[in-house]
């Protein structure tokens, strides 16, 4: 079984500052890591992945995450927020498997003021 | 590509009353996956489809629950019976392929409200 652990559940931020949101995660097995955003009344968008390789990931908007294997952590960070940003923040494991099924943390709500 | 459409935006139902959601995905997709997403969590898995054949429902799909995907395309979600607890943001989400290569898009959900 898989799971995945979001301390914050807020974090405030203004804007033009650095931020960083906390994910961890469980398994007993190989995973596949994801950070989703959502914003107000909206689905799921994809912001980065990791499936292999390096253990630094780039996504979109500038946002970047670091698998970090010793510490089951990928914590999801970026350099300089924008008041855009503010929306609930979303990391998900999957085991890989054939279902391709994720399992999500509680949410991240990121709220950028100026 | 239109993305994941879900229909209706939005519901509200008296409880005891059926409901039906749909799900039109991208359309090269065969997968196809339905979520459940209630206030302050994260979805939450509730089955799967790849083209027509539904391969996994998770244990929070009461009998109350059917899912299908009679053409391999559209999939629909029906709930019999409303209770409040079901009250909840549906999610559709579609892949191609099984690997985690390739990754879910979702829709904009179908928010439920059971009165």
């Known amino acids: 079984a898989q799971s995945v652990t979001q301390l914050d559940s807020q974090v405030p931020v203004f804007e033009e500052a650095p931020v960083e949101l906390r994910c961890n995660y469980s398994s007993s097995v190989s995973v596949y890591l994801f950070w989703y955003v959502q914003y107000p009344n909206q689905g799921l968008q994809l912001l980065l992945k990791y499936l292999s390789g390096s253990t630094l990931v780039k996504g979109i908007n500038g946002f970047e995450a670091e698998f970090n294997k010793s510490q089951t952590s990928f914590h999801l960070r970026k350099p300089s927020v924008h008041i855009s940003d503010t929306a609930e923040y979303f990391c998900?494991?999957?085991?890989?498997?054939?279902?391709?099924?994720?399992?999500f943390g509680t949410g991240t709500r990121l709220q950028v003021t100026l | 590509d239109t993305g994941v459409s879900q229909n209706p935006r939005h519901k509200i139902t008296k409880r005891g009353q059926n409901v039906t959601f749909r799900c039109d995905p991208i359309s090269e997709h065969n997968r196809l996956y339905w979520y459940r997403q209630t206030l302050g969590q994260g979805p939450e898995f509730l089955t799967y489809?790849?083209?027509?054949?539904?391969?996994?429902k998770s244990r929070l799909l009461s009998d109350r629950f059917s899912a299908e995907r009679p053409k391999g395309s559209f999939s629909t979600l029906e709930i019999q019976r409303t209770e409040q607890g079901d009250s909840a943001m549906y999610l559709c989400?579609?892949?191609?392929?099984?690997?985690?290569?390739?990754?879910?898009?979702f829709g904009n959900g179908t928010r439920l409200t059971v009165t």
């Open positions: 989400a579609s892949s191609l392929g099984g690997s985690s290569n390739s990754p879910l898009h």
């Open positions: 998900a494991v999957s085991d890989g498997g054939t279902a391709s099924k994720l399992t």
């Open positions: 489809f790849q083209n027509e054949a539904q391969l996994e």
